[in-house]
């Protein structure tokens, strides 16, 4: 009888610690009784150490004192499923955790204590965290190392939660890296208010940052928060910054020293806790040089500098974008367009490209509102991209070297020699010859 016994206790012991979520159980006093061997693994601790002290000794969660669901389950007698919380391991590390708990009781129903499963969802939460950055990232389409450099940084930029100055020429995409700040920041839940500082003039402008109370103009019938109102807790995008006057930087410069600032006709004090990003298509340090741009603000706004490059310098990124924009734009565009002809690539990648990727956004736009097939041609182009495109002959239509150009091309492809020579507009042996030349060859 007694071996008998003994070899149940060893069997639901086998049992109880091949869960593999972590177990223990509490008597009435939250004092642990058992705990398993994946309650161990994830802790820290050992069944020796948990056993006999209490639960919040050994789990030390934020809620441990305040809102404990072994606590509610001991005295509600409900059952507690699926709660998030954060535990501190053995080595101090936190580890988020879904518990749940329910009554524990004997065979004649007497309440025993409780038992609480948990689990560890760190490395859920963590692809949770890599897919909303690949969210919140998707607009931004590059293979471009420049581009990827900004990329990779843009987490631990958004976390810092400092200043960012976004500099790059009109049409580049400084606003969808502000944007992408913002989401990823602390503050994403927060407003993220926007205002372009070269498309007002300056009194506007200063109404439309600061606010104004009822009476302060002629036709102000009502108070109006400013955008520094509206973004309290968010992000505010100053755009075109380089556009503000000297005497409306020096009212900005008062803010983000210490966040207070005075509607128009008012005098009353506001405080404003926006996170400030700056873009411009201007070098503002020369423009400190020449005094259009107070040098203490630049230095103010400064802390983070973000360099983004125009179009030009990234043509390897002009197919993906192409592909990026018909797949967007035939939301809008019932079109049946799918794919691009290697010939518009080919001009694509000799255009020039003055305003950078909006206005290859509206080049693939206009080729596709002039498209009635499934597949975009040069005809549908707008001409002065047809006829600039097509001055230009050979592989290379930018700073880069042909073996940079096809390198990029191959890796791009993964290795399909015939899809470069589409993209390259040149025939299979010409690329085959240059790959030789080049020792490009794996």
């Known amino acids: 009888m007694r071996r008998s016994v003994a070899m149940n206790e060893k069997l639901s012991r086998i049992i ?9 159980t509490v008597d009435k006093n939250c004092i642990i009784t058992s705990f398993n061997r994946s309650a161990e693994e994830i802790t820290g601790f050992s069944a020796g150490e948990a056993v006999g002290k209490h639960c919040y000794d050994i789990f ?31 080595e101090g590390c936190e580890i988020p955790i879904n518990v749940t708990t329910t009554i524990l009781r004997d065979d004649k129903g007497n309440n025993l204590g409780a038992v609480e499963f948990f689990h560890d969802v760190s490395e859920v939460e963590h692809l949770r965290k890599r897919l909303a950055q690949e969210n919140v990232l998707e607009e931004i389409v590059s293979v471009n190392p420049d581009m990827n450099k900004i990329l990779q940084l843009l987490p631990d930029i958004a976390d810092s939660e400092c200043n960012v100055l976004v500099q790059g020429p009109s049409g580049s995409g400084k606003e969808l890296i502000a944007q992408a700040i913002h989401n990823l920041s602390p503050r994403k839940y927060g407003p993220y208010v926007k205002i372009n500082c070269a498309a007002l003039p300056e009194t506007l402008l200063e109404s ?108 390897e990124d002009i197919p993906l974008l192409a592909i990026h924009f018909i797949a967007k734009l035939k939301r809008n565009i019932h079109k049946q367009v799918s794919s691009i002809s ?80 589409e993209e390259l507009s040149i025939h299979r042996s010409t690329l085959w010859r240059k790959i030789r030349m080049y020792q490009l060859e794996k």
């Open 16 to 24: 109880f610690d091949s869960i593999r979520d972590g177990v223990f």
């Open 208 to 315: 439309e940052l600061f606010g104004y109370e009822k009476g302060a103009f002629t036709d102000a019938k009502r108070d109006k928060p400013g955008m520094f109102c509206l973004a309290n807790g968010g992000t505010l995008l100053l755009d075109e910054i380089s556009e503000m006057s000297v005497a409306l930087q020096v009212k900005l410069l008062r803010v983000l020293n210490n966040g207070e600032f005075q509607p128009l006709g008012s005098t009353r004090t506001l405080h404003s806790d926006a996170r400030i990003i700056a873009a411009t298509n201007s070098d503002l340090r020369q423009l400190t040089r020449e005094n259009s741009f107070r040098e203490d603000l630049y230095f103010r706004i400064n802390v983070v500098t973000i360099e983004v490059p125009p179009l030009c310098d990234r043509r």
């Open 60 to 90: 030390r969660t934020e809620v441990c004192h305040k809102q404990c669901a072994l606590k509610d389950t001991l005295k509600k007698h409900v059952p507690v499923d699926n709660i998030r919380v954060t535990i501190i391991t053995k």
């Open 342 to 421: 290697p010939e518009v690539l080919h001009l694509l990648r000799h255009y020039a490209f003055p305003g950078n990727v909006r206005e290859l956004e509206n080049a693939i736009e206009h080729a596709m509102v002039m498209c009635h097939g499934d597949i975009l041609l040069p005809e549908h182009l707008p001409s002065h991209i047809v006829q600039e495109g097509g001055q230009t002959n050979g592989v290379v239509p930018d700073k880069k070297s042909e073996k940079e150009v096809i390198r990029e091309a191959l890796q791009r492809h993964r290795g399909n020699r015939s899809r470069v020579a």
